[in-house]
């Protein structure tokens, strides 16, 4: 079982950054594709970004592309997602999530593990 901690969530004016971290217990990342989703009062959960343990690769939704960077650390078992150049619709709960299978890492039903979400707020 996979326990997975978000951090680094707040509040950011349009135009800057922040990084935000996943720190998993109880099980190791070593294994996982491991994403990142943002979900809006109303609305489902979408998919940012994620990146496969086999060959290190990265997937990005399109609007934040050239923004946004999903990097993990193997060792501290913590998934990280760099966040800049921010826009007020970037406002969102942030949640990681971890997948033991290799199939499309752009589902919420491909995750068997998810964080309790961090709050990012973007004011413009």
């Known amino acids: 079982q996979v326990h997975l901690v978000e951090s680094g969530g707040g509040l950011v004016e349009a135009g800057g950054s922040r990084r935000l971290s996943c720190t998993a217990s109880?099980?190791?990342?070593?294994?996982?594709?491991l994403g990142w989703f943002r979900q809006t009062p109303g609305n489902e959960r979408e998919f940012v970004a994620a990146i496969r343990r086999s060959n290190g690769l990265t997937y990005y939704t399109d609007s934040v592309k050239g923004r946004f960077t999903i990097s993990r650390d193997n060792a501290k078992n913590t998934l990280y997602l760099q966040m800049s150049s921010l826009k007020p619709e970037g406002t969102a709960v942030y949640f990681c999530a971890a997948s033991g299978n290799s199939c499309s890492p752009f589902y919420t039903s491909n995750y068997d593990y998810w964080g309790q979400g961090t709050q990012v707020t973007v004011s413009s």
């Open positions: 109880g099980g190791s990342f070593s294994n996982y594709i």
